[in-house]
């Protein structure tokens, strides 16, 4: 897996349980879900996402 594919899965999974969590838990957990959806908006002009850089430290592979 090259880190572009785990970074969209990781952002779909944090979205996916967020959402979950808001609707069963707490509506709190939905800014969460604003978070990722805010740092994947910056990561688009800023072409800079700090879960590629955690990624590429943990050693994945470009």
Known sequence: MK?????????GAFILVSVALGHFVNPWFYAFTAFVGLNLLQSG??????MIWILQ??????
């Not at 880190?3 to 899965?9: C, E, I, M, S």
């Not at 002009?45 to 700090?50: D, H, L, R």
């Not at 430290?57 to 470009?62: I, L």
């Open 3 to 11: 880190v572009n594919d785990a970074l969209r899965a990781i952002a």
């Open 45 to 50: 002009f800023s072409k800079w996402c700090p």
């Open 57 to 62: 430290k943990a050693g994945m592979k470009e």
